[in-house]
């Protein structure tokens, strides 16, 4: 689903929440009209996601590619792409592999890195850019806030979607997400 320009809220989203499933369709379910933001990528990011996927989860070259194809048409306004030859002033991110994903952030105009591995993306040195580092349920909560009746209708669809119930998809996001999971289900039963 294409997005409008009319959400300038831009997140670039880290390999790490972009590998496990159920936290991935959560998060770019978000994104999907109505959008709570727009969602950001490179080719690196997604070759990293591929490898995670055929290297740890076993998915073949024909499932990992149908994945990362479905999200680049889903949202072809994500990729960012990356000149080559980083610039010397990305030095602040400890983990020279880490890099890229700045460089797409700064690129694409991000607000946000959301990512799960935060000690690679010291916040100190991300307020220059002027963007924030969240881990995915930090970022989930602050989306939940924004729009709560939103985002249980993207949950609900998301459930829909696999012939599921919302607190089936909660469970499998529990263990990801779970201060987002903790708010959800205090919320659904008020």
């Known amino acids: 689903m294409i997005l409008t320009q009319e959400n300038e809220y831009a997140a670039v989203l ?6 496990p499933m159920p936290l991935c369709d959560t998060l770019l379910r ?14 690196q990011i997604l070759r990293e996601v591929g490898r995670v996927l055929k290297g740890i989860f076993g998915y073949t070259d024909a499932q990992s590619k149908r994945r990362l194809d479905a999200m680049a048409m889903a949202f072809p306004e994500a ?24 460089a797409a952030a700064i690129r694409g105009h991000a607000h946000a890195i959301v990512t799960n591995n935060l000690k690679d993306f010291p916040a100190d040195y991300l307020k220059q ?11 989930l909560i ?3 806030h924004l729009n709560p009746a939103q985002v249980l209708e ?37």
């Open 30 to 43: 978000l994104a999907e009209e109505p959008a709570m933001y727009r969602p950001l990528w490179s080719d």
């Open 14 to 19: 880290d390999s790490s929440v972009l590998v």
């Open 79 to 102: 990729t960012v792409t990356i000149p080559s030859g980083l610039p010397p002033s990305l030095s602040g991110i400890p983990d020279e592999g880490d890099r890229h994903v700045l």
């Open 154 to 190: 993207k949950l609900d669809a998301q459930a829909s979607g696999i012939r599921k119930s919302r607190p089936a998809i909660i469970q499998l996001l529990r263990p990801m997400v779970p201060s987002f999971v903790g708010l959800v289900e205090k919320w659904s039963s008020t």
């Open 142 to 144: 602050h989306q939940f």
């Open 129 to 139: 850019f002027d963007m924030l580092v969240q881990s995915p349920d930090d970022f």
